[in-house]
């Protein structure tokens, strides 16, 4: 054959997708990379039957027509990685041809190439070792071929040889493959699509089933993907990988595999059945492996069983040692910095950037001397620096310094940004003193900001203020005040936010919502679209917004 | 900001740069991504591909109670499934960041900044 029309090509597109469908399940199996979630041969397997019926549907015997009902098909039903790549593949490969009404071997050739081009485009970092490979090697073989032979079928037969060698070598370009003992399963899938080519092609059948995979293959694929999909040992659900082999026997129950499968998925998961007329090869993770076993033997007698304990494995693997979520402890802290905060979300964020102990308080419920003091002999500190974060607490965080045994010192912030600022320059390596300077000059390179209400009418600063009002503070001055709260806000950030303003944080209180925040973060992004905001709920009392601009 | 974990030793803090690179590196392998793209795209211009050491600016990690959170900004290649190339990049950053990391993550919110035309 020397050239080839576009319904003979439809054709071949029926029998490459009849093919892969026959053995997607294997493609499934094989599946470990990128992700191993056991869909690359559904994925492909959905894109590719996509593909055939548009091709089907509008098969031209102009060629590049029934390519772009491909390509088109492909795209539309694109599932997953292997499914977007098939897609570029053909994609590539019909654009080539759209205006060839039959293809030479070295017109396919060229157009396969240039498929293999467009997918390679499409990525930042290709894999080699996936699908991508398994293309570009029978693309080039392809070109190579074609040079000399004009027959499409024996050029074909070379392009689909070198796509097996090429899907054989991919364990040595991907890590994960060769770990995991197994072909990519993408490529996989593309070589059936091709061996399904070359069938049409000849104008052979290929068997239903691909003969005896190996189940060993199946089974490390398997494991792998176990093991990936257990972050704890606790969540194993079936905990006995259990294999073994049955040896069929007359006078015993007659074997069914769909039957067979059925019934042992009822007893656990991760099920891999391979059978011929004289044996079945099983293996499945279950609770009870006993019960398993007593069900194989209906069939006849059992050979080679392996039974593993994998909660064991997992131990052994993973190790206990790390716990994610350690229950929250009073520990010591030789070196500390204690602080002094509103609001539950806020101590939680003091903690989060270095607080050893916040104390609860601030405003109207200033801690004592005795409070500070308690609070620093409460964490086994030997040396600490005292955050106070309101002006009225300094006086008493000073004296509290003086009381300790131990060494200590104050540095003097007025407000919850400034104190995140200082934390911010803790530096544990260094003497108290330095530590201290350090944290002051930090805290002194932000600007702070919050809004809260009057308690009572009043004139402060030439501003007239009502109860009940919204009142925007900065440094100790109100700057604005209005009844309506995003008004005040929005006037506040304005003062704050310069051309020099790097980040903004804000922290709303419990009189605020999420949604409030995040209206303010896009406010002040339309202010200074340099600035990165960042928001947190502080779950301040009193305080609806604080706002730290650096 | 950052991320803690504890243990029986003593804590480990990871950065959220860390967890963005981590994101940024995974996202990049994906096909279909042919760039991470910043979430400013008005200063810093549309076409802005981000290099390595800037994914930080296209890849935002915030912590929901134990959860992490990440929203992801970046550029797909014209011509792909775009639904479905994001859908890897989400399947694909919240498998590699619950590998390496061992947190689990609440969400992977993809926002595709533009397509970028290859030659065909």
Same mark, same amino acid.
């Given at each position: ?13 029926? $029998? ?15 599946? &470990? ?10 994925? $492909? ?10 091709? =089907? ?60 081009? =467009? ?46 060698? +090429?899907?054989?070598? =991919? @364990? ?18 593309? &070589?059936?699509?091709? #061996? ?7 104008? %052979? ?18 494991? *792998? ?19 073994? $082999? ?10 069914? #595999? ?27 993770? +279950? ?16 050979? +080679? ?8 494995? *997992? ?49 109207? $419920? ?21 955050? @106070? ?41 260094? =003497? ?12 002194? *390179? ?28 900065? %440094? ?45 973060? %896009? ?8 600035? #990165? ?18 | ?8 030793? /003593? ?5 959220? !740069? ?25 200063? !810093? /211009? ?24 990440? !929203? ?6 014209? /011509? ?21 990391? /061992? ?18």
């Amino acid at each position: 054959m020397k050239s080839l029309n576009g319904v003979k090509f439809a054709e071949m597109v029926q $029998m490459g997708s009849h093919h892969l469908f026959q053995n997607a399940d294997y493609v499934d199996a094989l599946n &470990v990379f990128p992700v191993p979630d056991g869909d690359t041969g559904t994925n $492909m397997n959905l894109s590719m039957t996509s593909g055939a019926k548009e091709t =089907t549907a509008q098969a031209e015997v102009h060629i590049g027509k029934t390519a772009g009902a491909l390509s088109k098909g492909l795209l539309m039903g694109a599932r997953g990685n292997s499914g977007v790549i098939l897609s570029q593949l053909f994609r590539g490969f019909g654009k080539y041809i759209a205006s060839e009404s039959e293809l030479t071997a070295l017109k396919f050739a060229e157009a396969l190439q240039h498929g293999v081009e =467009t997918a390679y485009k499409a990525v930042m970092k290709p894999v080699e070792g996936t699908i991508l490979t398994v293309a570009k090697d029978a693309a080039a073989k392809g070109m190579e071929a074609a040079k000399t032979e004009e027959d499409l079928i024996v050029w074909f037969e070379a392009v689909v040889t070198e796509a097996k060698a +090429s899907l054989e070598r =991919t @364990p040595d370009l991907l890590p994960v493959l060769k770990e995991v003992g197994v072909v990519d399963s993408g490529g996989q899938g593309l &070589v059936y699509v091709y #061996e399904g080519f070359l069938a049409s092609l000849k104008g %052979e059948e290929l068997p239903e089933k691909h003969a005896h995979h190996s189940m060993n293959d199946l089974v490390s694929a398997e494991h *792998h993907k176990n093991i990936a999909g257990f972050m704890d040992t606790a969540d194993i659900e079936f905990g006995y990988c259990t294999e073994f $082999m049955v040896k069929f026997e007359t006078g015993k129950k007659e074997f069914n #595999e769909a039957l067979f499968r059925s019934d042992l998925s009822s007893y656990g998961d991760s099920l891999l059945v391979i059978a011929d007329e004289e044996v079945a090869k099983i293996h499945i993770h +279950s609770e009870e492996p006993g019960k398993v076993l007593t069900y194989g033997q209906d069939y006849g007698s059992l050979i +080679s069983m392996k039974i593993e304990n994998m909660r064991q494995q *997992h131990i052994d693997i993973v190790g206990e040692g790390f716990q994610k979520n350690a229950p929250k402890q009073q520990a010591t802290h030789p070196y500390a910095v204690v602080t002094v905060a509103m609001g539950e979300g806020i101590s939680e964020l003091l903690r989060s950037i270095g607080a050893s102990y916040v104390i609860e308080g601030g405003q109207t $419920m200033n801690p004592s001397t005795e409070d500070i003091v308690n609070a620093v002999k409460s964490i086994g500190a030997e040396r600490v620096l005292i955050l @106070p974060n309101n002006k009225n607490i300094i006086m008493a965080a000073e004296q509290a310094a003086e009381l300790l045994a131990i060494e200590a010192a104050v540095v003097p912030t007025k407000d919850v940004p400034q104190g995140m600022a200082a934390l911010l320059a803790f530096n544990p390596e260094a =003497t108290v003193e330095t530590n201290q300077l350090a944290m002051a000059s930090a805290s002194k *390179h932000v600007k702070s900001g919050s809004v809260t209400f009057a308690v009572r009418d009043t004139s402060i600063d030439g501003i007239a203020i009502k109860k009940d009002d919204f009142m925007g503070i900065s %440094e100790g001055k109100i700057i604005v005040s209005d009844s309506n709260l995003e008004r005040v806000t929005e006037e506040l950030a304005k003062k704050l936010v310069d051309n020099e303003a790097e980040i903004v944080t804000i922290l709303y209180g419990e009189d605020a919502t999420a949604a409030d925040a995040q209206k303010l973060g %896009e406010f002040i992004e339309s202010l200074n679209s340099a600035v #990165e905001v960042e928001i947190h709920n502080g779950k301040q009392p009193l305080y609806p917004f604080i706002l730290a601009v650096e | 900001m950052s991320i803690e974990l504890k243990n029986e030793y /003593g804590q480990i803090d990871i950065s959220n !740069d860390v967890i963005a690179q981590i994101a940024g590196g995974a996202a990049i392998e994906c096909y279909g991504i042919v760039g991470m793209a910043t979430k400013h795209q008005i200063r !810093d /211009g549309l076409t802005d591909i981000l290099r390595k050491e800037n994914f930080a600016k296209g890849v935002l990690v915030r912590q929901e109670d134990e959860n992490l959170v990440i !929203d992801m900004y970046v550029i797909i290649s014209y /011509g792909t499934k775009i639904s479905e190339v994001a859908y890897q990049v989400q399947s694909k950053v919240k498998y590699t960041i619950t590998k390496t990391l /061992g947190m689990s993550v609440k969400a992977v919110n993809i926002f595709v900044q533009g397509v970028r035309v290859t030659n065909p």
